[in-house]
């Protein structure tokens, strides 16, 4: 049999047990040296973790509770965010914005539709529907029976990014 040597290994091949020892001895060495300090570094992240989880938490609690209350706001005084939809305040806006999105309230009827009208693109080869393509499709004017795009108000604000990155900042 003819071996072929694919790289010059002679340094290997005299190299002695007591070589070879030392040299795991030290890559040993290493590997414990980066898990080690691998391990320290994850444990200071997770301790940064639960002391920023505990300082915010009660922010957090409070930040839904205003989330909750200005979506609630909003919808109910629709009638103050006609013109203009979103007031806008020094530290961001909050209004109403339409938003829409497919409703399918019969994928068989949404399939058979798909299957009379060579719309390939909606249905998948497992009958999943793309509901993109449904939407897309709606949005074009044909009618597919089945499904029917829904637009509504939903509340919705944002933060001034200037304010936002001014506290980073800080």
């Known amino acids: 049999m003819t071996v072929t040597r694919i790289s010059d290994n002679r340094e290997f091949e005299s190299a002695t047990v007591a070589e070879a020892d030392k040299k795991f001895e030290e890559l040993a060495r290493l590997e414990i040296g980066i898990k080690a300090k691998k391990a320290l570094a994850e444990k200071r992240i997770a301790e940064i973790k639960a002391k920023l989880a505990a300082d915010i ?13 200005l979506n609630s706001y909003i919808l109910a ?5 006609v013109k203009p939809r979103m007031r806008k305040t020094e530290f961001g806006k909050y209004g109403l914005r339409t938003a829409s999105k497919l409703h399918i309230n019969d994928e068989q009827a949404l399939i058979a539709s798909a299957r009379e009208n060579e719309l390939d693109d ?10 993109k393509a449904v939407e897309k499709h709606i949005a074009e004017g044909l009618e597919i029976d089945g499904a ?5 108000d939903v509340a919705g604000f944002s933060v001034s990014k200037e304010l936002l990155d001014a506290e980073l900042k800080r």
């Open 57 to 69: 938490d009660g922010a957090v609690e409070d930040y839904n509770e205003l989330i909750n209350w």
């Open 77 to 81: 005084n629709k009638g103050r965010f």
């Open 122 to 131: 909606i249905i998948e080869l497992k009958y999943r529907i793309d509901k």
């Open 148 to 152: 029917q795009i829904i637009t509504g």
